[in-house]
């Protein structure tokens, strides 16, 4: 059934002015609810087909979500892009609101999408070009598709999402367990009927549940039931675990020859992988480009960037306005210094200088030039916790870390106060030398820029997980751990200092590691230890940070 109601028309208007897309290039629009997609095995998926209403032929935009064709942000696509003269069809994907079948996370989005490509190229009204847009696993809906189909995509568009779900499931071989749990809760409860205060209670519900032993009950503890991906994550969580070689989709960038647009955050959960998709994209001569702004996962202030990027590159692409797609291929924010800069690529040139810990808590230039141990003591029962970073459905980014500096489980260590503002823009990382009571224990390391006034807010982090595969360097029980922390934009002011917190753990955002070397998904009993940090000449303990002069 065609409709073309004034409430559609109203609410794109208002998304064209709260999203800063400028006027429509198309008069009006006309949506086709309920398109019945056949898959091979029987299974009918639901999309909505929005169409401009002087288009009769053309591309298509293709916008595949488990969140409801009908939600505000994925209708929002077919509003806005139709307004831009471009057809786009919202697909709920097998399993969830108008489609059948059962819905296993992203076990079906390679034959699902194909399918639904092949039956889009048959339909009178497309033209047999396709984009694709989203974000998030609406990103990951393009990227299950894009390196295999034939003819290729004509562009897509790739928010905050990457090719490779693995690593942001398990850092560091660590378990993200807060997005983990809160994914897992959200889709356990998406279709239900819920006036808005239980869903409050139920959020309430959820970050009491990341507490739960064993953490493969947390489902249960936090929306009453038993949601199998859950417990997929947690069983699957050893490194050399291949269930999850269904989620890696970048090994093929190559070949990919589509062009691309990614929005990436600072404090996102996809940013790491996310940067490395782009530079391989870049490496392999694909046409793309990325932004990254000061934003956590689904921030709303990152959403106009975001919908306005991928209508640009769609209909540079698609409709040929290629004078939308004059802007460089990086494009990021620098953190406190409150400014876009714009690159060639990524990583942008900058020089890897090392800041070394030192027993007294220093953080200098110099290696320290004695042997010194500063220790903690970690107690799984009473997780060390975190604040702020980048977490799922929550606010993430800066937050004040004074309270979790202040126990007894984290030490750090300071610069002097910077004399000249320094930018940092790239990878950064870590090298910590511990000894550790047990074979099984995390490392946390987090980087805080500190004000004046003592306030901490931190800045990139990264977490190891050793297990007693991760052999000593000598009798002493010495361990080198390097850890991956996040990329980062962030120039430090003149006069903060910058801070670094080495923990046992970043709780829940990280998993709870138990210290008893039992399997992540049913360990129930914990055991306290003690973690010493070495620092000397031949135990340097530091962070990597690549400093930009411009």
């Not at 609410?11 to 006027?23: I, K, S, Y």
């Not at 004046?452 to 997980?465: F, H």
């Not at 991760?470 to 996040?486: A, C, F, S």
């Not at 998993?511 to 973690?531: D, K």
Request: hydrophobic share 35%; aromatic share 8%; glycine share 8%.
């Amino acid at each position: 059934m065609i409709n073309t109601e004034f409430t559609d028309r109203w609410a794109a208007t208002v998304l064209d002015r709260l999203l800063g897309l400028g006027e429509p290039r198309s008069p009006g629009l006309s949506i086709t609810r309920d398109l019945r997609i056949s898959m091979a095995d029987g299974v009918t998926l639901a999309g909505d087909h929005y169409r401009p209403t002087d288009v009769e032929h053309g591309p298509v935009v293709l916008v595949r979500t488990p969140y409801g064709k009908n939600n505000p942000l994925n209708a929002a696509y077919g509003l806005t892009l139709a307004r831009r003269g471009l057809q786009v069809l919202v697909q709920d994907v097998r399993g969830t609101f108008g489609s059948t079948g059962e819905f296993e996370p992203f076990e079906h989005e390679t034959e699902d999408g194909l399918a639904t490509v092949a039956w889009l190229r048959e339909q009178p009204w497309c033209d047999g070009r396709i984009g694709m847009a989203g974000a998030s696993y609406v990103g990951y809906t393009q990227w299950a598709i894009a390196p295999y189909v034939d003819p290729k995509l004509s562009a897509v568009a790739l928010g905050i999402t990457s090719s490779n779900f693995r690593p942001t499931f398990y850092p560091g071989n660590s378990v993200s367990l807060q997005l983990a749990l809160s994914w897992s809760s959200g889709i356990g409860t998406q279709e239900d009927r819920r006036p808005i205060w239980s869903r409050m209670a139920m959020r309430r519900k959820v970050a009491a549940a990341m507490s739960t032993l064993p953490a493969v009950r947390g489902d249960l503890a936090a929306i009453g039931k038993h949601v199998p991906f859950l417990t997929r994550v947690l069983e699957h969580a050893e490194p050399d675990d291949s269930y999850w070689d269904l989620l890696e989709h970048g090994a093929d960038l190559p070949a990919l020859n589509t062009p691309a647009s990614l929005v990436a955050g600072w404090y996102d959960i996809f940013l790491t992988r996310q940067l490395r998709d782009f530079t391989a994209l870049q490496q392999a001569g694909v046409p793309s480009r990325i932004t990254v702004g000061p934003w956590w996962h689904g921030q709303f202030s990152s959403m106009p960037t975001m919908f306005r990027d991928q209508a640009d590159w769609l209909a540079g692409h698609l409709l040929g306005d290629k004078a939308v797609l004059n802007r460089a291929p990086v494009r990021i924010f620098l953190q406190r210094a409150d400014r876009w800069l714009d690159f060639e690529q990524w990583p942008v040139p900058a020089t890897p200088t090392d800041f070394y810990a030192d027993a007294e808590g220093r953080l200098r230039s110099e290696i320290p030039a004695s042997e010194g141990i500063r220790a903690f003591h970690y107690d799984p029962a009473d997780p060390t916790p975190i604040v702020g970073g980048a977490p799922l459905s929550v606010a993430g980014g800066q937050r004040d870390n004074r309270r979790t500096e202040a126990r007894d489980d984290v030490l750090t260590y300071d610069t002097a106060p910077l004399t000249e503002d320094l930018d940092v823009i790239g990878d950064c990382s870590a090298e910590v030398f511990v000894r550790t009571d047990h074979d099984d224990a995390d490392i946390f390391v987090r980087v805080c820029d500190v004000e004046p006034n003592g306030r901490s807010l931190n800045v990139i982090e990264g977490i190891r997980r050793l297990r007693k595969t991760d052999q000593p360097e000598d009798d002493l029980g010495t361990r080198r751990v390097r850890i991956e922390l996040w990329p980062t934009a962030y120039r430090f002011l003149r006069g903060r200092r910058i801070r670094v917190q080495v923990s046992g753990g970043a709780f829940p955002n990280y998993i709870r590691n138990h210290q008893t070397g039992e399997p992540i998904a049913t360990a129930s009993y914990t055991v306290p230890g003690r973690t010493q940090i070495l620092h000397s000449p031949d135990h340097p303990t530091k962070i990597t940070l690549p400093v930009y002069t411009g």
